[in-house]
């Protein structure tokens, strides 16, 4: 199972009723994430540590996630005049068109609320809801620019610097954080030990120089 994300191992392995399970739990995650980053964002609550400076990484993914949060929001009233003489088949399809939209605007705003951060205590390297890796500084080795594009690859692989977890947009990185000694963090249902994390930043210029004021 060498350079297969641990999720994706571990579901490869699983009984078809334990999958269903994985599946359910997964998406339950989700959920709450989804929702959870709405009342960040309501409550003007982003999730940056004190004294850190936050950095972006939505842009590659922003155009695409605005058409489809307008287009399913004007799918609603389509489908609902369709329908609308059958209210036991409106009624479900205007709940599911509602919280399709709901999901879609969390997603974005997961990403919004929950940015990189660089501050005293070291890196925090997120995406959205998923994923959130605290990188202390006596943890990291180096912080350097790397364009890194794959399509379909696994979250966890290994790379020629070690276990390296990649959080793309759009199937790309630009940031590498080599470590100095393994950090352990969890990934979907499991834990993954890393020597070394790819990221993107929307900002990298500003993101090095947060990081050259806490290492040289």
């Known amino acids: 199972m060498t350079g297969l994300a641990p999720e994706t191992a571990r579901t490869a392995s699983l009984r078809p009723l334990e999958r269903v399970v994985w599946i359910a739990r ?33 842009s590659p993914v922003l155009t695409i996630l605005v058409i489809f949060i307008v287009l399913s929001a004007i799918e609603i009233p389509i489908v609902d005049l369709i329908v609308h003489r059958w209210p036991w088949v409106r009624i479900p399809l205007l709940a599911l068109g509602i919280w399709g939209v709901t999901w879609m605007i969390g997603l974005l705003l997961s990403y919004l609320t929950r940015p990189h951060a660089v501050g005293p205590e070291g890196i925090r390297a997120r995406l959205g809801a998923d994923i959130d890796v605290d990188l202390p500084w006596d943890a990291v080795a180096s912080v350097e620019k790397s364009r890194d594009v794959l399509e379909k690859a696994p979250k966890v692989r290994d790379e020629p610097h070690g276990r390296t977890l990649a959080l793309r947009m759009q ?11 393994p950090v352990r963090t969890r990934v979907g249902d499991s834990e993954a030990e890393l020597d070394a994390v790819r990221l993107w930043v929307d900002d990298l210029d500003g993101f090095m120089t947060a990081v050259r004021t806490h290492i040289p």
Do not use: Q
Request: hydrophobic fraction near 40%; glycine fraction near 10%; charged fraction near 25%.
């Open 26 to 58: 997964a998406a339950w995650r989700a959920e709450i994430g989804i929702w959870r980053s709405l009342g960040r964002w309501l409550f003007r609550r982003p999730r940056v540590p004190r004294g850190a400076s936050g950095f972006t990484y939505h």
């Open 171 to 181: 199937n790309e990185t630009n940031v590498l954080v080599t470590l100095e000694k």
